[in-house]
């Protein structure tokens, strides 16, 4: 009889069914075994007064030549049982006596409550939202709000400091931008908004690895794995980017136009470096081993890459090795050193240049800043663009 059941549905070796028949007084029972996976054994729980039998269930799903193999076997049951579904196409042809090959599984009216775990996937629950504060202090951002008002007095006349630096064509580096008050402001709008449920996560990809870092979105949501296209696992739309950040980076603009102005002896600087209000706002806390490698930023609009308009970076925190070049190529690339305060735009010629985080520089942010906005160890970034 058994070989009778392997030449009707051909079944091959890595698809072995051993069939235990008994007779209709031991209560029949065929039962399905996989060298790879056996079948565990019923467990009893000695201290249950009732002495109730636990049952586990194992389903097997396989492909094979176009034939679905569905195996399930109920343990510790005397009434389970398995029947055979063969359905024979039209075909001649033996191959296709095959297909449609279905086993599954009969239970009788004491386990027809029992779910399998293809039947009902348990969602593993999402751990809460990442915290870059070690305690929660309360918001004040009248440090941004009194240096805007002071922006505001003074817009004609920008102050260049000696520290900024014309990198290369389109990229401007200016150091300190961002006053202490300013940072410790930011950090607390960001800590606010972070540890709400579209705050900080760690994002990744369908295969399962993780960028090494923390990431929240603003403005529009972005992920390595869709980009900006809608992504299922994000139910809900990203918050706006506060007015204050909008500014600072319109300021920070402002004054890199004055430096290349500057240093060229021209009034061009709009050509080399275009004007860009930002409608994206991607925040990334990178730990002490945290990283990014090369990339270029490419997911923007078509038209926003054409017309070069720039990206505008904060660092706030521990410093970073941050890495730059015309290639993806670590060993070819140019490097600089972006500390807490500092202000990276990069546009124009330079908008797709390869760049990164080599590294991150322990215990390198002031301790004041530390003191003030609780920040744990760590870079606060954030990057402004215009989709």
């Not at 150091?175 to 990744?204: A, N, S």
Request: glycine content about 6%.
């Amino acid at each position: 009889m058994l070989n009778s059941i392997h030449r009707s549905f051909h079944l091959t070796s890595r698809h072995q069914i051993v069939l235990r028949l008994c007779s209709p007084s031991a209560s029949r029972t065929i039962m399905s075994s996989s060298p790879h996976s056996p079948i565990p054994k019923t467990h009893r729980n000695l201290g249950c007064k009732n002495r109730r039998r636990r049952r586990a269930s194992r389903f097997l799903h396989e492909e094979s030549n176009g034939t679905t193999f569905e195996v399930g076997a109920g343990i510790g049951s005397p009434t389970s049982m398995v029947h055979f579904d063969s359905t024979n196409p039209s075909s001649s042809s033996k191959s296709s006596q095959s297909q449609n090959l279905k086993i599954r599984k009969v239970r009788n009216h004491r386990n027809s409550g029992f779910k399998s775990r293809d039947q009902s996937p348990q969602r593993i629950k999402d751990p809460p939202p990442f915290d870059i504060c070690s305690s929660v202090l309360e918001r004040n951002d009248t440090s941004i709000k009194d240096w805007i008002l002071a922006d505001e007095t003074n817009r004609e006349t920008v102050e260049v400091s000696n520290k900024h630096k014309v990198i290369r064509p389109g990229m401007v580096l200016l150091k300190d931008f961002l006053t202490p008050d300013i940072q410790v402001d930011i950090v607390k709008t960001c800590r606010e908004l972070g540890v709400k449920p579209t705050g900080f996560y760690q994002p990744g990809y369908s295969v399962g690895s993780k960028l090494h870092l923390q990431m929240m979105c603003l403005g529009r949501n972005w992920d390595p794995q869709t980009k900006y296209r809608k992504n299922t696992d994000i139910d809900s739309k990203a918050p706006e980017i506060p007015v204050t950040f909008n500014v600072l980076v319109e300021k920070a603009i402002r004054e890199a136009h004055a430096l290349i102005d500057r240093e060229s002896g021209t009034e061009d600087a709009e050509r080399i470096l275009p004007v860009m209000s930002p409608d994206i706002c991607i925040v990334n806390f990178y730990s002490e081993t945290g990283r990014l490698g090369l990339h270029q930023d490419r997911d923007e609009s078509e038209e926003s890459i054409a017309r070069g308009l720039p990206i505008v970076s904060f660092s706030i925190g521990d410093s970073a090795e941050f890495l730059y070049g015309e290639k993806r190529d670590v060993e070819e690339a140019q490097g600089v050193i972006l500390e807490s305060g500092d202000v990276l735009i990069f546009g124009g010629e330079s908008r797709m240049i390869f760049h990164g985080v080599k590294s991150i520089i322990p215990n390198s942010a002031p301790m004041s800043l530390l003191n003030e906005s609780k920040l744990r160890t760590g870079r606060l970034n954030l990057t402004f663009r215009h989709f």
